[in-house]
Structure formats: structure tokens, C-alpha cells
């Protein structure tokens, strides 16, 4: 608590200050150029984000200037008007008055603050405010001003002259500002730079506005604080002093102030090491490892090496955020304590650490453009990362590290892309790798059970037998290597009068099998692997020998077993037009190379050809994108993949829309899929769903200015672009609950049939507003009235529609008693229509297991790169949601609820509803209005407080009191 003195001093002070117009303009310039920044240098709704990271932008330097001009008079006025000797006189301590004059410079600035609060209220009514930061930004302006307001104390004591106190605290604050700024830094190396941050109150401040409450930042202002204190307490002492008084005593003070400044300043050395003295209060602790990964480095049984390779001189863009990964790092080695070794290292400062890197890990410089306002340059420096655990390793680059969102006319904005997931998943990798060593068994921690349903041999064909005998060697060689985690046994499904034939079908829909077409035998040959419940079925070899079984055998493993790379079936419209014809944009086909980059980073993708009737082997998982003419083989090769037991994730839908250079057509195509989904329950509606709330469209627009067409891109609001945010979003399903919003353009409403997914479980994944509407037209081209507004009118029967679903349970296949498409003479192909050369076993599975999965969204385009590019055009930035979206549905799919969580942990981009200039301008004005009226109350309370103080006085006057 404050003397009683030091808040007399406060009151005194502050009604100084609102009694001139000080208080007032220092109120009003500090908003109206906060807000300035904010709406217009920083184009705060062309960043479409949902954050108030403008408000705190160029806050470090607008409180150099704003703190310099309150408090500049704090003493320089005492001194020029003399009375600073009757003060000092006074029966108050020099504390009590630096402690109230501080607190009242110290109010005002917080006053101020406080009539900004309309603008984080008002991002949060229009997107999803991470309020960590914005408290942390608030925080870390009132610790920086705190320090500022010191310094300006300090300066103000030491002259007479108000303009030489301003000056000189502009040039003491700018100087603490340019110490860690990245325009002084880069003139240095990494290790110099990263000192020289430490000495800088913007970098501090930036640290804190974060989210990240650190000690360490804390204590450098309140060291700043107390050291300008005492400098301030010992020129006020030394006024006190008369000439030829006792020196020991001056010598006394001027010890023990140098002795308190020295300790107030090492203490930020001695707090430097200790990094976990930290409060992370941003949405999902993002920049904090998460439980995951704790766990994941709980199972380390050897030393893991992560290794850092930074250049010291490197891209300005990335050099911010070498610090940052330096402290996720050094993280992961206090949760993982002395099984995880850290190192950080310049390679082009150590020609041996460079050619290891170079020939070992295949780590080499890259070369970055670097450019000045006087010269371009190239700059060859190392951006990378190295995890080893063992002799295995993985290297994480530049690439897989960072984001670039494009930012306007501003340029572009550099962030680190969710670095610890990267980070777990390589450590999860090389883990796995290493502990198997060609044993899979090293990364199944429960007993997994090996189960033949095979019939007796008299009932097999010939070629059956012998494999029969080399599945059992291998079975017992596994078993062996697996020291009792392998089991391995045989049923006979016609034994027992066909009870186990009746089970087998019943749970999993496995029916006799024949060799051929005119086969009369019928015979079992299905294999199972089963652990704690569930069981998934392995796929028999097209080459029926040893290490062909033995191949499927292992993929079929690696599902039990966190850790390994996952394989995407990817099934995706192929182009048939000549290429010369598609460089002059004649294709329509759409293209999904985003999408294939995407999962390519986690997975390994598999090209599959559905035409063919199967699904490779090692697939895992099976995606399929606006497929087309698909017939009874590549409907049998989707319904099969399910019927095994897997996940199969489908976009698609009833109405096929082609959008070109000039043209945006629309029509409605007919496929046996969607006859196929009706039999799983999933009914897609030929019409097609608009929203009020939706994502612009960018069309051209041709201008006249000054008798010159000019055409540019005009964004309207277009309902097709479907902005699923909020309760759009399955809050209960790890799909979408940690997402923002997602695109979903051109899509057709989900009706589910009760009769056929009861059986099922049935989550929803993506709905419309409750304010959408469907409509059967295929006019899709985009159109505005005269107010700007879109052109399409809403259709009386409004509400939500179901746009992505997913399903589990035990499905029936839509072949349930017909025979294989695959079967020799079932195809038209004379080619297939031949006897062929070896051996075949087709036939249909009936019934699916319990772990079977389909994930349906009513969309053909909304993966499609050109679908991509519009939202980022839109967004100014990539459009990561539908891309997200299908990462963490393979993720809940094939059972990673780790990285799943690590990957939702609030790294994607909060994004704003989207708004019309003129509801921008309304908010706007809204925020004008508000701080001009706050400003306006404090001015009536301080009339009110004014007139209070009169009336005591003249009653005071008349003796009344």
C-alpha cells in the first residue's frame, strides 16, 4: 500500500493535469491515432483476423512521444517556478512525492488504455477473440509505459526546461526501443541480435503481447522502474544537500544507490536461465507443449538429439523467429529431462559440423534474397532442424516450419506454422523407426491376435494348400521374433455344421469364396488381426507366396502402431484433355495439388485408378474427390475398402460446376454413387445450398477514370461460398471442434435416413446457418443489386442444412448377394472378359466391422485448387480450414488423437465474419462513437469532480465544515 501522503501527491497531481488541457489532449491524441493505426496504416479489416494485435503494433513508439509529454513538467515545473525548495521542505519523504507523481502519470496512461477496451469488444462480435493476448497486450503497454514514465521522471528532475526534458526522454525511450529492434539487430549476428533483444523494451513488449506472461519480462520494467527510482530519489536527495555538509553521508548515498542500480540490473541475468516462470494464457496454450507430447517424450528409451542449424546471418523475415524456436526447444528438453539433448549450432562456423550436415543429413544452405533500400543481395543460411533417436533421424526445414500470409499492399507476415506438431510427429517417427528395427513389434504395446478363417484342405484349390503351409511359417516366425505379443490360430468356418460361417457373416461379412466363375467348390480363406476389440481385416496378396503375405501382414501391423507413416488412397478426376489444349486453359478438369502438398507433409499418398475394382493393400485410409463416371468396378473397389473395415472419406455431389476465364456453368450428373450413399442412408439433394453467410467473390469490374478503362477485382458477396463458423461446427467431434471456420463452396444438403444409420453412429460435422436456403437453379454466376448487396434473393424456407457427416458401424455392402464385378466374364472388356493366367479369389464381403467409416462432404470443389485460391484471394491469406478440416478427419480416422490434439491447439487462423464495406464502416464509426463518449464521461467527472471540490471549499469558507 502507498503512504497516505503518496496518493494526496497522486490527487494533486491529476487534477493538474485535467484542470489545463493536458490530460485531455494527451487522452485525445493517444485514441485518435491509436485508432488511426488500427483502422488505417495497419487496414485492420483487409487483414481479415480476428485479433488486436494492430492496437499494440506501434504502441512502443507512440508512448515514447505521449509519455515524454506528461512528463516533462513533473519536475522541470517545480524547478522553473521555484518551488521544488518549498517541496522538499515540506514533511513529506522525496519517495512519497516520486511515488505519487509517478502513480498519477502512471493513472492517466491507464485511463487511456481503458477507452480502447471498445475495440477488442468489438472483434469479439465479429470473430473468434483469442483474449489471452489481448490481456497479455495490455499488460505488457501498461509495464512498458511504467518504465517510460520512470525514465521521463528521471529526465524531468534533472532540468528546469520542459522542451530539453522532452527531448531528452524521446532520445533515452527511443534508444531502450532501437536496442532490440530488428532495425538495429540485423546489422548483427543471431547470437549478438538475441543479446541485444534482451536489452530492448519492444522486444520485450512483443514477448509479452504474445499471450506469454514470462517473469523474466516482467522483471526487466519493473527493474527499469526501480532503477530510475533510486537515480530520481538520489537527485532529489543531493537537492537537499547544502554545500559543505558532511561528504561521508553523500558518499553513503551515492553507494547505496549504485550498490541498489547494480543489483536492480544483474537481476535480469540471473533470471535468464530460468525459462519456466512463464503463464500461457492464449486459447489452447499454443505456445506451450502440450500433454501429447510429454507423453511422447515419456517413452524415450535412449538419448534423442534435437539439433538446431541457424545461420548468423539469415532472412530478416525468419531471423524473429529463431528465439522462439529456441524456446519450444529447449521445452522439449526440460519435459524430456536428461533423454533429450539440445544443441544449437552456426554451421558456416564450423566446417566440420557443416560437412557432416551436408553429407550425413543431407542439410545444406539455402539461399535466401535479401534486399536493402540501397542493394539486393543473396544470402546462403541454414533455417533447419534435426531430430535423431538413434541411427534414425529426420530434418525439418524452413519449408515445414514457417507461414507466409500475404498481408495487402503491406507485404507479407512471417509466422512460425505450428512448430511443436512438426517437432512430435518427427520424434514419434524416428521412435518408431528406431525401436522397430525391422521388428514392428517394438511399437505394439497389447497382444495382437493373428486369426485364419480357412477351410480344411480338401476344400481349398491347389495353390491354396501351399500357402496355407507358408502362412503358418510365417505365423510362427512372428510370433517368435514378437516374444509373446504375436498369436496366432486357425478356424474352419464349415466346421460345426456352419455356425462360425453364420457369425462370420453376420459381424463381418465374410461369405464363401470361389476360384473362378464356374468353380463349384466354395471355400474360406479370410484373415483377421484383432487387439483389445478391434479387428481389421488383412487383405489376402494378388502373388500368393511368402513375401507378398508377408507385406500385407506388416501394413496391416503398422495400423495397431502409433507413429508410422499412414498411407492416403488418393482417388482424384484425372484429365483427358491434350495437354496442348490445357496450357491454353481448354481443361476444366479440376486439380487438387494443394491438396495432395498438404497430406503429402504427413502421410504417403497412393494414386489409385478406381476403374481397376481394388484398393492397394497398404492403404489405409481411402480419399476420394469429385469422382467421376464411376462405375460397378470402382463402386465395388469404395464399398469393399469399407466392408473391410477401413475409413472412406468422400467429396462429392449431385451438381457438377465448371468454372473458367469466362464462364461459370452448372449441371446435374447422374452416378450410381450417389444410389450407393441412398443404401447407406445418405440422401444428396440435387438442389443446392446458399447462405447469408458466406465468403466474397471476386469478379472484374471495369472502371473509367479519366477516359482510361481500368479493370480490377471487385469482392461480392456470393451465398455458394458457404463460411461455416461457430455453430456451424461440431463443438463435440475432434474433426472440427478446434476449428474456425471453413469454406465449402457449391454444395447440396445431407438428408439422413433413419431407418438405414440407425444401426450406425452418426456425428455431423458442418451445418449452414439457420438463415440458409436451398434453391434448384443453376444460374450460379454472381450478381449484385445497386446498394452493393448480393443479388440473390432468400427463399422463404430457411434454415440449417447438414453439409459433412460421418458415419460408423457395421455397414452392409451394396453387393450383398450379387457376384463380384471382378469375376472372370463379368466385365464387358474382352481383356477381362479371358481366362487369366494365374489365380484369382473374388468375392464380395457382406457386412462391414464395427471400426468401418465414411466421411461424406456434399461438395466436388471445395478441395480444388482454383476453390483454394478464390478463398485466399478473398482472405488474404491461404485458405487452411477445408485442409485442416481433412487432415484431422484421417487423423480421428486411423487413430491419432495425440498429434490430432497437438494440431488443434488453436494454430489457425481466427479470420473475421465476413462484411460489407458499408457494415465495416458502420463498426467503425461504432468504435469512434464509443471512445469519443468514454472520453466524454471522463471530461463530465472531472466537472463533476471540480464542482464537488468548490462546494467543500466555500463551505470550508462559511464554517460549515
Do not use: C, F, Y
Given at each position: 500500500m502507498l503512504p497516505h501522503n503518496s496518493l494526496r501527491v497522486a490527487r494533486k497531481e491529476l487534477g493538474a493535469f485535467f484542470s489545463s488541457p493536458v490530460a485531455y489532449i494527451f487522452l485525445g491524441t493517444f485514441l485518435l491515432v491509436t485508432l488511426f493505426i488500427v483502422f488505417w496504416a495497419e487496414s485492420f479489416f483487409a487483414r481479415n483476423i480476428a485479433d488486436v494485435r494492430p492496437l499494440f503494433t506501434w504502441m512502443p513508439i507512440l508512448l515514447i512521444f505521449l509519455v515524454a509529454a506528461i512528463t516533462m513538467r513533473i519536475w522541470s515545473e517545480e524547478r522553473r517556478m521555484g518551488t521544488i525548495e518549498h517541496l522538499m521542505t515540506l514533511p513529506v519523504t522525496p519517495f512519497q512525492v516520486l511515488s505519487g507523481k509517478f502513480l498519477a502519470c502512471f493513472s492517466l496512461l491507464g485511463l487511456a488504455l481503458f477507452l480502447t477496451l471498445p475495440l477488442p469488444l468489438l472483434v469479439s462480435t465479429i470473430g473468434p477473440l483469442d483474449w489471452g493476448p489481448v490481456w497479455g497486450g495490455y499488460l505488457a503497454t501498461l509495464c512498458l509505459g511504467a518504465a517510460y514514465i520512470s525514465i521521463g521522471i528521471f529526465l524531468s528532475a534533472r532540468s528546469d526546461n520542459q522542451i530539453i526534458s522532452l527531448i531528452s526522454t524521446v532520445v533515452v525511450c527511443g534508444i531502450f526501443y532501437l536496442l532490440g529492434s530488428n532495425l538495429l539487430t540485423a546489422f548483427f549476428t543471431n547470437h549478438t541480435a538475441e543479446l541485444l533483444k534482451l536489452l530492448g523494451s519492444g522486444s520485450r513488449f512483443d514477448s509479452i503481447t504474445r499471450g506469454v506472461i514470462d517473469l523474466r519480462d516482467i522483471y526487466y520494467y519493473l527493474s527499469l522502474v526501480g532503477v530510475f527510482f533510486v537515480l530520481t530519489l538520489f537527485s532529489l536527495e543531493r537537492l537537499r544537500w547544502a554545500a559543505g555538509t558532511d561528504g561521508k553521508h553523500h558518499r553513503r548515498w551515492g553507494f547505496l544507490s549504485l550498490l541498489l542500480v547494480a543489483n536492480l540490473l544483474l537481476g535480469n541475468f540471473w533470471l535468464q536461465p530460468i525459462n519456466q516462470a512463464r503463464i500461457d494464457l492464449t486459447d489452447g496454450h499454443i505456445y506451450s507443449i502440450s500433454p501429447a507430447t510429454r507423453d511422447s517424450l515419456q517413452q524415450l528409451k535412449q538419448p534423442l538429439l534435437i539439433r538446431g542449424y541457424f545461420s548468423a546471418k539469415t532472412h530478416p523475415l525468419l531471423a524473429p523467429l529463431v528465439p522462439r524456436l529456441r524456446d519450444l526447444i529447449r521445452e522439449y528438453q526440460i519435459a524430456g529431462g536428461n533423454k533429450v539433448h539440445v544443441e544449437f549450432i552456426d554451421p558456416q562456423q564450423n566446417p566440420e559440423l557443416e560437412a557432416e550436415a551436408n553429407q550425413k543429413y543431407n542439410i545444406r544452405s539455402i539461399p535466401f534474397q535479401v534486399a536493402d533500400r540501397y542493394q539486393s543481395s543473396l544470402v546462403n543460411s541454414y533455417f533447419h532442424l534435426l531430430v535423431q533417436y538413434g541411427d534414425q533421424f529426420q530434418v525439418l526445414d524452413f519449408r515445414d516450419l514457417i507461414e507466409v500470409k500475404q498481408q495487402g499492399d503491406r507485404g507479407v507476415e512471417v509466422e512460425l506454422r505450428n512448430p511443436e506438431y512438426e517437432l512430435t510427429r518427427s520424434i514419434k517417427k524416428v521412435m518408431t523407426s528406431f525401436q522397430s528395427g525391422g521388428d514392428l513389434f517394438a511399437a505394439i504395446t497389447q497382444p495382437i491376435s493373428l486369426t485364419g478363417y480357412i477351410s480344411s484342405e480338401s476344400q481349398l484349390p491347389d495353390f491354396l494348400r501351399d500357402f496355407k503351409q507358408q502362412l503358418k511359417d510365417l505365423a510362427t516366425d512372428l510370433s517368435r521374433q514378437s516374444q509373446g505379443k504375436f498369436q496366432f490360430k486357425i478356424k474352419d468356418p464349415q466346421a460345426d455344421n456352419g455356425v462360425l460361417a453364420k457369425e462370420l457373416e453376420e459381424n463381418f461379412g465374410f461369405r464363401p469364396m470361389q476360384a473362378g466363375l464356374f468353380d463349384s467348390k466354395r471355400f474360406y480363406f479370410y484373415l483377421t488381426l484383432s487387439q483389445n476389440g478391434q479387428t481389421i481385416q488383412v487383405p489376402l496378396p494378388h502373388e500368393f507366396n511368402r513375401a507378398a503375405l508377408q507385406q500385407n501382414l506388416e501394413a496391416t501391423l503398422k495400423r495397431f502402431s502409433v507413429g508410422y507413416l499412414k498411407t492416403v488412397a488418393l482417388a482424384v478426376p484425372k484429365s483427358t484433355t491434350n495437354p496442348y489444349m490445357a496450357q491454353f486453359g481448354m481443361d476444366n478438369t479440376p486439380r487438387f495439388a494443394t491438396l495432395r502438398q498438404q497430406l503429402e507433409a504427413n502421410h504417403n499418398i497412393l494414386d489409385v485408378d478406381l476403374s481397376q475394382g481394388q484398393i492397394p493393400d497398404s492403404a489405409d485410409i481411402l480419399m476420394v474427390v469429385a469422382p467421376q463416371n464411376i462405375d460397378d468396378k470402382g463402386l465395388f473397389a469404395i464399398d469393399q475398402f469399407l466392408m473391410k473395415g477401413g475409413t472412406v472419406l468422400l467429396a462429392t455431389s449431385p451438381v457438377q460446376v465448371q468454372l473458367s476465364r469466362n464462364s461459370l456453368t452448372a449441371s446435374k450428373q447422374e452416378s450410381p454413387l450417389f444410389t450407393w450413399l441412398q443404401h447407406n442412408g445418405l440422401n444428396l439433394d440435387s438442389k443446392m445450398v446458399l447462405d447469408p453467410q458466406n465468403q466474397p467473390f471476386p469478379i472484374p469490374v471495369t472502371r473509367n477514370v479519366g477516359g482510361f478503362s481500368i479493370q480490377e477485382l471487385r469482392m461480392v458477396p456470393y451465398p455458394y461460398f458457404i463460411d461455416v463458423r461457430g455453430k456451424g461446427l461440431n463443438p463435440d467431434l475432434p474433426v472440427s471442434s478446434n476449428?474456425?471456420?471453413?469454406?465449402?463452396?457449391?454444395?447440396?444438403?445431407?438428408?439422413?435416413?433413419?431407418?438405414?444409420?440407425?444401426?450406425?453412429?452418426?456425428?455431423?460435422?458442418?451445418?449452414?446457418?439457420?438463415q440458409a436456403w436451398v434453391s434448384d437453379s443453376l444460374d450460379l454466376i454472381p450478381r449484385i443489386d445497386k446498394s452493393g448487396r448480393s443479388g440473390f434473393t432468400p427463399a422463404t424456407d430457411q434454415g440449417e442444412n447438414l453439409l459433412a457427416v460421418a458415419l460408423q458401424g457395421r455397414f452392409e455392402s451394396w453387393f450383398k448377394g450379387k457376384d463380384s464385378p471382378l469375376l472372370p466374364g463379368k466385365s464387358s472388356d474382352k481383356k477381362d472378359s479371358q481366362t487369366p493366367d494365374k489365380p484369382q479369389l473374388t468375392t464380395v464381403i457382406d457386412h462391414s466391422s464395427e471400426s468401418a467409416r465414411l466421411i461424406l462432404f456434399s461438395s466436388n470443389d471445395f478441395l480444388s485448387d482454383q476453390t483454394l485460391q478464390l478463398a485466399a484471394s478473398a482472405g488474404g491469406q491461404q485458405e487452411l480450414g477445408?485442409?485442416?478440416?481433412?487432415?484431422?478427419?484421417?487423423?480421428?480416422?486411423?487413430?491419432?488423437?495425440?498429434?490430432l490434439s497437438i494440431r488443434s491447439r488453436g494454430h489457425y487462423a481466427r479470420t473475421l465474419l465476413p462484411l460489407s464495406r458499408e457494415v465495416q464502416q458502420q463498426y467503425e464509426y461504432l468504435v469512434y462513437t464509443i471512445t469519443l463518449f468514454g472520453l466524454l464521461l471522463v471530461f463530465i467527472a472531472d466537472r463533476l469532480r471540480r464542482r464537488h471540490i468548490r462546494k467543500r471549499y466555500q463551505l470550508m469558507l462559511e464554517g460549515r465544515i
Open positions: 476449428l474456425n471456420r471453413v469454406m465449402i463452396n457449391w454444395a447440396t444438403p445431407i438428408h439422413l435416413t433413419e431407418q438405414k444409420t440407425r444401426p450406425l453412429k452418426a456425428n455431423w460435422i458442418l451445418k449452414s446457418s439457420d477445408a485442409l485442416n478440416l481433412i487432415e484431422n478427419s484421417i487423423d480421428w480416422s486411423l487413430e491419432d488423437p495425440g498429434l
